[in-house]
């Protein structure tokens, strides 16, 4: 069983930034980020893979505002957020997982945080 930790949520004003930790307690080959706002379905926002730079994926949603980077050895992914709009607002959550063919991007995303709560105000 895979432990997922996600910290670094909290309150900022439009046009500020924040920037996210994912910790999964051991080895996992995929680990991603997603953010679930009141009344919407919950959106992937990026996914990273193990000793991959090219399989590191931000959704088009916030390319360019976002970035997602990984330290392999700690087995931590961090999301930097930049420029944060109120529709950003959300919970986010980190999961983690192992490679399945069968699973959309090739992650099965079995194990996930708490999630942390980003607040963009205007």
């Known amino acids: 069983q895979v432990q997922v930790v996600e910290s670094g949520g909290g309150s900022v004003q439009t046009g500020g930034s924040l920037r996210l930790s994912c910790a999964a307690s051991?080895?996992?080959?995929?680990i991603g980020w997603f953010r679930q706002a009141p009344g919407k379905e919950r959106e992937k926002v990026a996914t990273t893979i193990y000793l991959s730079n090219s399989g590191t994926n931000i959704a088009d949603s916030v390319k360019g505002r976002f970035t997602a980077s990984r330290d392999n050895p700690k087995n931590t992914v961090y999301l930097q957020m930049n420029s944060l709009q109120p529709n950003d607002t959300a919970k986010y959550y980190c999961?983690?997982?192992?490679?399945?063919?069968?699973?959309?991007?090739?992650?099965?995303?079995?194990?996930w945080g708490q999630g942390t709560q980003v607040t963009v105000s205007s």
């Open positions: 999961a983690a997982g192992p490679f399945r063919i069968t699973a959309p991007d090739r992650c099965a995303y079995d194990y």
């Open positions: 051991g080895y996992t080959y995929c």
